[in-house]
Each structure stands twice: as structure tokens, then as C-alpha cells.
């Protein structure tokens, strides 16, 4: 690196001479006058040794760099500043005879150091002796101006600098420190550590973490920033992804504020932090997944199906576009979770979700809303046929066979769909309309696409006037009950009757309770209602086994919504077996009668509820067999007494029918596990003899009678059982 030395001046002249030459060249005055003005000064050969130096550097040094000289400059260079002095030297014979400044401590003669700046500048200008110009090629001229005040107050700046960027690092947070208007940017070691780098591998230029700043986040940090250093803002705060040495992102805040500025307001220096927030926007991505999204399914859930809905929407009014709502409810699903369990349930709606989404195009949507529930979003759609043709291949899609572990299992979809602009303009209408036509699908058998229509419109309100209709209808004592004598089908006596809620209605006349039942379920009524109709029931009995028949039972029908209530109150209300003990009435008195759906609920609280009942004497009736899911073995579960053969397969009762081979079955089985069975819906006498040939034990119909009111059927008995 270093001039090899040369043993002898090429130009022959001796030493001083060439000194002289040499300070003159510079334009400085020679060595006899220089020496004497108050500045320290020194000239230097190409092993920086000191060639001449002024009085007053001697002064400062002490001794005679000339006469004893010291082998080279370096001797008064403080150690630490050795290697700064030696890159010096290079930059300044690279200069061409700019100026090169650094700042050095320079021995005294006390053997203190004091800083300096230093300005080395090689020799330059035109001279026609070319041995000289070879002798002086690596000489340097060296000022000196003594800077240690200013270096002191500058060193205690930094030392209280050190000390808040120890206090900002001592939480985490990394510090920068930048020099706006010279484009230095100064890194704690934290800063960099944050990102996987140690100290100096960063370049301290702001251009080396705006390239490593995420794309998408540059623009508004640029932002951020301007609008602090305009004044707009009194802190500057960000936002922003960090490319890491890894290769990972990380997520930070940075923080910061202007510091000093010019006279003209423009920042000088500004400082701040960055913390790592890659946790916490780690866990709102996670919270923002899942208030967004169904966990199961990875679906949309319902709330972001409203936020898309409303988008479309727009879009749609913007592009006089058509757009569907599908409402899907998968059919059985209920029973699949219960008898396979729930693990199963889950692969079977993970299944369903795919199928539902492989059916609709990429711009669709298709969301879960909870449970067995599904809804989907036809973005533009050309017509109505077109959405109605999307959701019936859905409907196919979903009624092919699920493979759920070794098991095959069948469900089947209803789906109500509903129509913008034809349908409803506002998201609430369009839902409100969907859920309508799938319930027109659903009673329609399921398995199928239910439209909206007016007329649909027009039974929802039906439905809802009725409803509240309802609310007052108990108070206003216009529910009574009727009852359904049940004939033994050995003796052709009546000893039980079910007890018939109906409704007369003030306007409407008498009101089905296939039509009021279920909105009594729906609005939670039947709670009331069903009390009532124990108390009535309950009543009766205690009655007609005084005065008519004292083995006489009456059976009530209690909905699976009941159960579930008293499961909910954890029997803490008074219980109908108390209510017994307080009428003084045998718990044989009265029959429950109660839906295959509620077993399969086979809920424990539920389970609990029959057994209570059966404690306290109740006798519990399976009604509607034959239309449900479950079979007569799972049946023995439960403690069932009597089960009630539906009126379906009664009414295809003949010599030939298949229905009568079922029938046989359902008998035969029930008696070899313990149960009776009444045979409903019994029109003809041809039925009866059918079921008596059967072992059939009871029959109730039109054949024997219609439901009747109390005192109609206190005279039949009298008659029939006398
Ligand atoms: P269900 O419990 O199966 O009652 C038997 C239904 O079959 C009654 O209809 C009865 O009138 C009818 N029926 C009886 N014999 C014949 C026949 O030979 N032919 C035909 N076609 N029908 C016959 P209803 O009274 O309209 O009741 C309908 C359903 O409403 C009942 O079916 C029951 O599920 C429900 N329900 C009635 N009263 C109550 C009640 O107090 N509480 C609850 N939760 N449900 C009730
Ligand atoms: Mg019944
Ligand atoms: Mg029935």
C-alpha cells in the first residue's frame, strides 16, 4: 500500500532545497516564514514522516520531529486514530490535492491527546522537473486545527444520545437516529438484531430499510412521514413489514419524531424506534380469520357473507345486474351426527362444503351460517333459470352417497332461493325470502328448491299473524281439547283416549294444529300452552276415573321444544310428577306421548326427563312411528311402553300390501320387547281386522271414532264398555 522509500532524491537536490520547492508549489511560504506563523503545520514523505514542521506544532508536541524525529508521524497519533491516519493517507494521495479532513487526537507534550482536524492534501500543481515531481509524489501537507472543545461537547451529546437510546433499547424496541439532510442513518445494535443483522452489515443509509420495507407498506410510510415532517403530524407512527436477513417478514411499529430542524423549518435529524409487532398482528390475523370464517369448513361465516353481500349489492345496482341468494340446509344432518357421532358430523359438512363449492362458479360465494346450514351468493347471475339450474345440481351434488369412514351415508338438500331485484332490493328482504322458500322446500318433503313467490310472501304473514294471534288465544280461552277414544282391539272397549288440542280461532273458525302446533314450537308457546293442556288433561282423567272408569288413562302429546325446556330449567320448575302427588292422581293416568326426533336428540337431559317421568308412573308412547330415522331396537333404550304405528302405513293396509308385512314386523318386534302397539289412523274394517290378525293390541281412528269433546265421550263410554 504504502510508497516503497525512497534512499535518494532522484532530482539530486538536497533535501531542504526540495522542501522549499515543494511549499512553494502549494502556494505556502517557504519553511523559514511558515515556521514561525501560529499554526500547526507539518509536511510529510511518503512514510509520514515528518519532513518540516511549524514552531507551534513543536511547541504542542514538544521536541524536535526535524532533528530527533520520531521514525514516523504516527508516534503522535493516538493509537486508536492509527488506522483512521492510514486510510487518510490513501484517500488523500487519491484526491489529487483536495483536502482530506478527519478528525485525530494528536499527542502533546504532556503526553495528553487533544482532538484535531485534520486536512491532508497531497502535492499538486504544474512543475516541469519531472525527478521532483517523482521524489514528491507521495508527500503530504497536514494542517492541524485543534477541535477538542467542540469534540468534548459533541462526545457528552453522544454519552446523553447513548444514554436515552439505552433507556428506548432497554423494552426491545431497536433505535434509529437519522441524519436527514446528510442522509446518515444511524442502527442500534437491537434495531439490527431485530432483523437478523449484526452491527455494520447495515449501511447507515435511510435507501438500505426503505428497500427492505414491504412494498404494499412503502406508499403510506412514505405518507406517515411526510405528513410528520410538513408539521401535520406531532409523532410520526407506522406500520410496516421488515424484509429479515432470513428472508422472513416481520411486522413493525416505528415510531418517531423530528428532533432539530433548519432555520427554514426543514428537518435535520430525526429519531425513533421500531418495536416488533409480529405477534399481535399474528393474533389479529388469527382473530380476524376467525370472526371471518367458519373454523370447521374454512368457509365465509355469516358475517362476511353480509360483507360480500352488501359489495355485490352495489355492484349489482351499479351494473343492472341479477344476483341469487341460496339458503341450503342439508337434510338429516341431524341424525347422521347423532347416530355416527359428531366427528363424523364434521367430515360429513366438511364434504358438503366441498361439493357446494365445486358446484358454483370462482366470483361466488359460499358461506356457512352455522350447523347444517349453508348459503350461497350467485354473483351475477344471467336469469332466474340459471340460478335455479345452480342450486338443483347442488341438490344432486349433495344427494350422492358420503363415504364417512366405513360408513355410506345419504343426505338430501332443501334450498330456498330468492332473487335480487326481483325478489328484495336490501340483504334482510333477500334473506328473509330465501328462508321462506326453503321452508315451502322443506314441507314440500325436502329434497328440492323452493322459490320465493308473492304467495309465499303472503303464508309467511299468514304465519306470523297467526302466531301472534296465538299469544292470546289461551287468556281468551279459545283453546280447548277434544279426545280420541283408543279402542282394545281384543275386547273392543275403550279405556284410553288421546287428548287433541284445538284451536277456534275468532275469525278464522277452527285452526289445525298441523298449521299451530309447529308456530306454537316456534315461538316458544308450547311451553304455556303445554302446561295447560297437562292441567286440562290431568284434570279429565282424575275426573273420569272417579266417575267412569277408574283405570281410565288419557294420553297428551309433549313436543321435543318442552323437553328441551325442562332440561333447561334443570327441573327446577314444578314438575308434572308433582303436580300428580298435589291432584292426587296414579301417574298411570296419563300417557306422554312423545316424537322419534326427540330420541334422537338422545340428549342427557332429555334421557333424564323420561326417566322421571317414568318414575313417577307415566306411561311413554312413541308416536308417529314408522316416519322418523330410528329403529325398534334402539328404541329399548329408552323405556318405551307403547308405540303408535303412523297413520301412513295404516291407510295402505291390504291383504297384499307390503305395509302389512311392516306392520306385522314393527308388532311382532315391539311385543317381544316388551311394548304394546296402537295402530293410528284406522278408516276402515277392513284395516281393523287386518291389524286384530296381526296381534295388533289397540286402534284408533275414524273407523271408531273422531276426536270428541268431554262429555260426548263420557256417553260413548258408558255405552260401549258397559
Ligand atoms: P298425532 O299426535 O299423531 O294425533 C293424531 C292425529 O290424527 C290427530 O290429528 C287426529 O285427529 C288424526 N286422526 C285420528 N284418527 C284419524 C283417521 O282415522 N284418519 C285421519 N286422517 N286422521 C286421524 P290432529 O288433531 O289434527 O292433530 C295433529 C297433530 O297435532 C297431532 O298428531 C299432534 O302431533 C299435534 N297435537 C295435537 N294436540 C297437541 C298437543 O296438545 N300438544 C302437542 N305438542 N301436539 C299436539
Ligand atoms: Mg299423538
Ligand atoms: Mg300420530
Redesign the pocket.
Known sequence: MKAPAKQKPASGKPAAALIDAALTQMGWPPRAMLSRMPMLIALLDGQLKPLFCTEALLRYAGGSPVADAPSSWQAWVHPDDLQALAHAREMALARNGRAFEHDVRLRASDGSFRWHLSQLSRLVGASSDSDFEADTEDWLLAVYVDIDVRKQAEASLKDSDDLWKLALESNGDGVWDWYVQTGVELYSPRILQIYGYAPGEIDPDPAEFDARTHPDDLAQMRADRDAHFSGLTAIYSNEHRVLCKDGSWKWVHSRGMVISRDEQGRPLRMVGTHTDITLRKQAEALIWEQAHFDALTGLPNRRSLRDRLALSLQTAAHDHSQLAVLFIDLDHFKEVNDTLGHDMGDALLIEAARRILASVGRSDTVARMGGDEFTVLLNSVADAAQAEQIAQQIIANLAAAFHLGSERVFVSASIGLSLYPHDGQRIETLFKHADQALYVAKAAGRNRLGRFTPELQEAALTRMRLSNDLREALEQEQLFLEY?PIVDLDTGQIHKA????RWNHPTLGRV???VF?PLAESSGL?IEI?EW?FQQAAAQAKQWRETVDPSFQIS????PV?FRDDAARNGSHRSWAQRLLTLNLDGSALTI?ITEGLLLEADQGVKQSLQTLRAAGFQISL??FGTGFSSLAYLHKFDIDLI?ID?RFVRELRPDAKDLVLCKAIITMAHALGMKVIA????TAEQRDLLQDSACDFA????FA??MGATALEQLLVSVNA
Do not use: C, F, M, T
Open positions: 280420541q288421546e287428548a287433541l288440542l289445525s294444529p298441523a302446533i308450547i303445554g293442556v297428551i302429546n309433549k313436543s318442552q306421548e308416536d308417529d303408535k297413520q293410528e289412523g284406522v278408516e284408533q281412528g275414524y273407523l273422531r276426536p
